[in-house]
């Protein structure tokens, strides 16, 4: 072969691979309203900036029609690219060539960017659309999920790991997903499951949809297994470069930090802020937006256990890790969901060099049967240690109320907050002015003539003792009293401060975190 025949023999072969399935496969992906494998990293990436490597691997399958079947790239595309300048490791599933199903040498090549992310120091994302372990390959494939599941968990916190569902993710290939940091689902296009409709229908003689069973409202916002929830494709994309934005490359690096530091379009203001009536509920979301840079705050899990709020914004410039309670919801409690979600959130900034801010209004965990029977104790414990094992900087605002349980679990002093302000309007106690002046003027309020406004006057008498934050002020607990007005100000300037903070971690070889 000369020179000219051989560069036209690679050009012809790449031209192939780069096809996936074929036309009419990659015809039927656009029918089923998906994009395909290269559309999406194109989307996903800074343009042009794909690296590709192994698209010539082949499989080494024998069994059931495999013997000297092609299929493109095994059916993943795998490289690395750049979003918003910096770079990513990447690989997406191909659905068009055998359902995107995966084989030992479709592992292999994922297995490879893994170890090239942890390496090189770069985030790595995981788009998934397939029908899971090929069939034809037996063990070789379920040994392949076991080396992505096994490198998904020694990356953990090494570098940020994100999955986007864009098909179907079945069996034991969901916990691929599971075990990294975040994931993103599509309305209609996603489905996770262990088990599918019909093998359900089976064993249990129970009907439901795919779509109901494990779609993308259903994991947003019934297990909690999806971190982001959109619309398209697209909007996927463009929530994965966003959420990029805030992070580090890697455990070794400190955040992106923001030349441009916008303010808030609403700056708090003092009076208002907080409703004057003290039962009176309100969305917390306001306060963050009035206190982050230009407002921009990305929620994470907006659909789940909505009485508590986590998210990213910067303040100065830099990234913030955000947990507020949310008084609009279920009153702002701590329930069993809400504790889960606030503690994987904590850990998450904490692997990533990224400051806590908390802010708190709760009137403490939810009692009843339900919530003792879930395991409240030890999913409220993980919120407990998740805070406490937390070494970046932390910082609390309390705005209202912080009761019993509630005030140590939301990031006090006790736990290893560096700084904790209070707003004029916070009540630390052990309990609400009502239910602790029930208990402890019990025989006041049932032996006297008029047992109703002897009970107010109680309510009166306690809150005026221990409803405000100049108690916990008075010991220490609390650094400073300030107007909710001065709130991004002093947290500037307490960021600032702790801008090398550092803290000594006894060595051992790990907690035991409840789990
Ligand atoms: C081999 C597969 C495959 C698989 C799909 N295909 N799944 N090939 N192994 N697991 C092939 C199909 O044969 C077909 O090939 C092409 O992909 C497209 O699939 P269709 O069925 O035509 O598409 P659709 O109707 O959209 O249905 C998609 C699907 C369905 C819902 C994913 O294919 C399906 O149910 N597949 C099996 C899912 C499954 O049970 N997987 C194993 C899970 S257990 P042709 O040649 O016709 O185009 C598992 C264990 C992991 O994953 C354990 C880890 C610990």
């Not at 499989?59 to 990513?88: E, I």
């Not at 068009?96 to 942890?118: E, F, N, P, Q, R």
């Not at 397939?130 to 990356?155: K, M, P, W």
């Not at 937006?289 to 830099?318: C, H, M, P, T, W």
Request: charged share 25%.
């Amino acid at each position: 072969m000369t020179i000219i025949e051989k560069i036209n023999e690679f050009l012809s072969r790449t031209s192939r691979l780069m096809k996936g399935g074929g036309e009419a496969s990659l015809e039927k992906q656009k029918k089923r309203g998906k994009m395909n494998a290269r559309e999406r990293l194109d989307a996903l990436l800074d343009g042009d900036s794909f690296f590709e490597i192994d698209l010539f691997v082949e499989h080494t399958a024998k069994d059931f029609g495999m013997k000297g079947k092609q299929l493109a790239g095994d059916g993943v595309v795998t490289g690395f690219g750049r979003v918003n300048g910096r770079s990513v490791a990447v690989y997406a599933q191909d659905f068009t060539v055998v359902g995107g199903s995966l084989g030992k040498a479709h592992a292999d090549k994922i297995v490879k960017t893994m170890d090239s992310a942890g390496e090189m120091g770069m985030p790595l994302i995981g788009i998934n659309d397939s029908g899971g372990a090929r069939i034809q390959e037996g063990v070789d494939s379920l040994c392949g999920y076991g080396d992505i599941f096994f490198r998904n968990t020694r990356l953990s916190g090494v570098v940020p790991q994100i999955s986007v569902i864009l098909g179907p993710c079945a069996g034991g290939a969901v916990y691929s997903p599971a075990l990294t940091d975040f994931v993103f689902v599509v309305d209609k296009i996603s489905n996770m499951f262990i088990t599918g409709p019909q093998v359900i229908k089976t064993v249990l003689d129970e009907e439901i949809s795919a779509e109901e069973l494990g779609g993308a409202k259903t994991h947003s916002g019934i297990t909690g297994n999806a971190h982001f929830y959109v619309m398209t494709e697209q909007e996927a994309f463009q929530q994965i470069r966003k959420l990029l934005s805030f992070l580090p490359l890697s455990c070794s690096e400190k955040p992106p930090v923001m030349e441009d530091i916008i303010p808030p379009k609403n700056a708090l203001n003092s009076t208002d802020v907080i409703p004057a009536d003290r039962t009176k509920p309100y969305c917390v979301k306001g306060i963050i937006k009035g206190i982050i840079d230009g407002s921009d705050f990305l929620e994470v899990q907006e659909r789940y256990a909505r009485n508590i709020v986590i998210g990213f914004g910067r303040i100065d410039g830099k990234t913030v890790g955000i947990i507020a309670n949310q008084p609009q919801f279920l009153a702002g409690v701590l329930d069993v969901n809400a504790s889960d979600k606030a503690a994987r959130f904590i850990r998450f900034c904490d692997a990533f060099n990224i400051p806590l801010l908390t802010l708190v209004d709760t009137p403490g965990y939810l009692p009843g049967i339900d919530q003792e029977h879930s395991g409240i104790i030890r999913h409220g414990a993980k919120l407990l240690y998740a805070y406490s094992e937390a070494t970046v900087p932390k910082l609390t605002v309390v705005m209202r109320k912080a009761y019993g349980g509630a005030y140590v679990a939301m990031c006090s002093r006790h736990l290893g907050a560096n700084f904790v302000i209070a707003w004029p309007s916070t009540e630390i106690a052990v309990m609400g002015p009502e239910g602790a002046a029930s208990i402890i003027f019990k025989k006041e309020i049932s032996e006297s003539d008029d047992p109703e406004s002897m009970k107010k006057k109680m309510v009166q008498k306690y809150e005026d003792k221990f409803a405000n934050p100049y108690i916990a002020a008075s010991r220490g607990y609390v650094d400073q009293i300030i107007e909710p007005s001065e709130t991004r100000e002093t947290l500037i300037t307490a960021l600032r401060l702790a801008k090398n903070y550092k803290t000594n971690v006894i060595k051992r070889r790990h907690g035991n975190m409840p789990v």
